[in-house]
C-alpha cells in the first residue's frame, strides 16, 4: 500500500514509488547524496560521486547482497570494526551467493576472465547476422498487422533466442526458453511479493544449460557453452562444472528482462519525443546517442546493492562494517550535480553521455552491455528500414500529454508490462 507520508514511503515495496521511483530519487537527494533510509536499516546512495566511491572501493564493499538487495536483513549480526570473517562464515546464507553478480575478489576475477572469453568478436558478429534476420521476421509480421504490443510479441522473444543463438542453444529446443520465459514474472516485482527473486524458471533452465555443457565438453563446437565447457581458469585450473552450469544460466537470464525493457523503454521515447524519429530516420547516426540516453534516464535496473565489510566513509560519512548500501542507479543518472539543471529531460548528444551508470562501474561492469547496446541497435535499424512512422496506439496509452503506461512494480527493473504500437509500412 502507498504510504502517504514521505518519509514512511518504503523504496522496496511502495507501489508510488516502484511506478514513479524518479520523484522518490529527486526528493531523498534533497535531504543529502547519502542518507539513511526510514524504511529499512540501509543507506541509500543517490549521488553519482558517492556511487563511484563505493562502487570502486572493492576493499571495503561486497557485492554479496547484489541480488538479495539492502532490503533484506542480513542473515547474522555484525561484530566489529571488520566483518569479512563473518561474511564469508555466512556467504551462503545470502539469496544469489552462488551468482558472479554476488562474488568478491578473486573468485569473481576468475569467474569474470572466463565471461570475456564468451564474448569474442566474431562470435558476437555471427550472433548480429542472427539478430537482424529475426529481428526482421518479428518487424515484417507487426508491420502485416499493422500494430503489436511490442513486449510481448517482440521485445521479450528478440532477447530471448538472441542470447540462446549467442550461448549455442540447439534451434529445436529454442521454443522451449520462449515459453518459459513468457511464464515466468519480473525480478523484484511486487506482484510476486512472497517470493520476489523467484527462480523458478532459472532451476528449468540450468538443467538444460547442464545437459548442453555436459554435451559440449565430449564435442566442443564453436559455440559459447563450447568455449565455457572447455575453459580453464587464469591460473590453468578447471572450473567446476556446477560453476559453468551456474554462469551460463545466469547469462541466459540476465539479459532478458533488462533487454527486453530497455527496449521498450527506448521505442517509448522514440514515438513520444516530438520530432525524434523523423531526425533518427535522417540520420541513423544517432541511434546510438538515443540509446545512451534512454539508458541514463530510463535504464532498466534501478539500483544495485553493496555491504560495508570493513568501517568506511563515503566522502566524510563515517559507515559502519555491516551497513548495507542501496547504490540507486535510477537516481544517480539525473543527478543534477553531474548532469545539470536538465538532468531529468531527455536531450540528444548530452556530452560524456557514456559515462552514465546504467550498467553499473567498476569490477562488476555489466558483462553483457555490448550485447544489450548490439540488441537495441540492431532492432532500431530492422524497425526504421521496415516502416514509415511507428506510433503510440492513442487507443490503449492516451493522447500525448496524458499518456497511461503500465510499469512493471519492481524494485529492480525499471519498464513497461505491455506498449502497444501502430507501425506504417514503408
Ligand atoms: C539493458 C540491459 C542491461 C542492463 C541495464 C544491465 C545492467 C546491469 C547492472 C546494473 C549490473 C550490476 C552492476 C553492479 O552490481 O555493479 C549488471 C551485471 C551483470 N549483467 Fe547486465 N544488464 C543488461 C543486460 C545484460 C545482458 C544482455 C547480459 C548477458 C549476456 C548481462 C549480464 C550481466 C552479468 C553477467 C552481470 C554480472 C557482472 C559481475 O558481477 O561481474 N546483462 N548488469
Request: glycine share 8%; with cysteine; hydrophobic share 35%.
Amino acid at each position: 500500500m502507498a504510504a502517504s507520508n514521505f518519509e514512511e514511503r518504503d523504496y522496496f515495496t511502495d507501489p508510488s514509488v516502484l511506478l514513479d521511483p524518479y520523484g522518490y530519487f529527486d526528493e531523498m537527494r534533497q535531504r543529502g547524496p547519502v542518507v539513511q533510509l526510514e524504511t529499512r536499516d540501509a543507506l541509500l546512495v543517490n549521488g553519482f560521486k558517492e556511487y563511484l566511491e563505493v562502487a570502486l572501493n572493492t576493499k571495503d564493499w561486497s557485492a554479496i547482497n547484489g541480488l538479495a538487495g539492502s532490503g533484506t536483513p542480513l542473515p547474522f549480526t555484525p561484530e566489529g570494526s571488520d566483518i569479512s570473517a563473518q561474511l564469508e562464515a555466512n556467504r551462503d546464507k545470502f539469496i544469489g551467493h552462488e551468482l558472479v553478480v554476488c562474488y568478491d575478489g578473486k573468485k569473481h576475477k576468475d569467474v569474470r576472465s572466463l565471461i570475456s572469453r564468451c564474448f569474442t568478436p566474431s562470435r558476437l558478429k555471427a550472433n548480429e547476422t542472427f539478430m537482424k534476420e529475426y529481428a526482421g521476421q518479428l518487424i515484417d509480421q507487426a508491420v502485416a498487422k499493422g500494430r503489436c504490443e511490442l513486449m510481448g510479441e517482440i521485445s521479450t522473444r528478440f532477447v530471448t533466442l538472441v542470447i540462446a543463438d549467442l550461448l549455442g542453444v540447439p534451434p529445436e529446443d529454442r521454443v522451449i526458453f520462449e515459453e518459459q520465459i513468457e511464464k515466468g514474472q519480473t525480478v523484484g516485482s511486487i506482484e510476486n511479493a512472497d517470493n520476489p527473486t523467484a527462480m523458478e524458471s532459472v532451476y528449468f533452465i540450468g538443467g538444460y544449460m547442464a545437459k548442453y555443457l555436459a554435451e559440449r565438453s565430449e564435442n566442443p563446437g564453436s559455440d559459447l557453452m563450447s568455449e565455457l565447457a572447455t575453459a580453464t581458469y587464469p591460473d590453468g585450473t578447471k572450473p567446476e562444472m556446477l560453476e559453468l552450469v551456474t554462469l551460463a544460466t545466469f547469462m541466459f537470464v540476465a539479459g532478458q528482462d533488462t533487454s527486453a525493457k530497455l527496449l521498450g523503454n527506448v521505442v517509448r521515447y522514440i514515438c513520444d519525443v516530438p520530432g525524434l524519429q523523423q531526425e533518427m530516420r535522417a540520420d541513423r547516426e544517432l541511434i546510438p546517442w538515443v540509446i545512451e540516453e534512454v539508458l541514463r534516464l530510463e535504464g532498466s535496473t534501478k539500483a544495485t546493492h553493496r555491504l560495508a565489510i570493513r568501517d568506511t566513509t563515503i566522502g566524510d560519512r563515517p559507515v559502519p562494517a555491516g551497513t548495507q548500501a542501496m547504490l540507486g542507479i535510477a537516481g544517480v543518472n539525473r543527478d543534477p550535480e553531474r548532469w545539470g539543471d536538465d538532468a531529468n529531460e531527455f536531450k540528444l548528444k548530452r556530452p560524456r553521455i557514456r559515462e552514465h551508470l546504467a550498467f553499473g562501474r567498476g569490477v562488476h561492469t555489466c558483462a553483457g552491455a555490448p550485447l544489450a547496446r548490439a540488441e537495441v541497435l540492431t532492432m532500431l535499424n530492422v524497425m526504421l528500414d521496415k516502416t514509415s512512422e511507428i506510433r503510440i496506439s492513442e487507443q490503449e496509452h492516451g493522447k500525448p500529454g496524458s499518456r497511461q503506461y503500465p510499469f512493471e512494480p519492481s524494485f529492480i527493473i525499471r519498464g513497461l508490462e505491455k506498449l502497444h504500437v501502430e507501425l506504417d509500412p514503408k
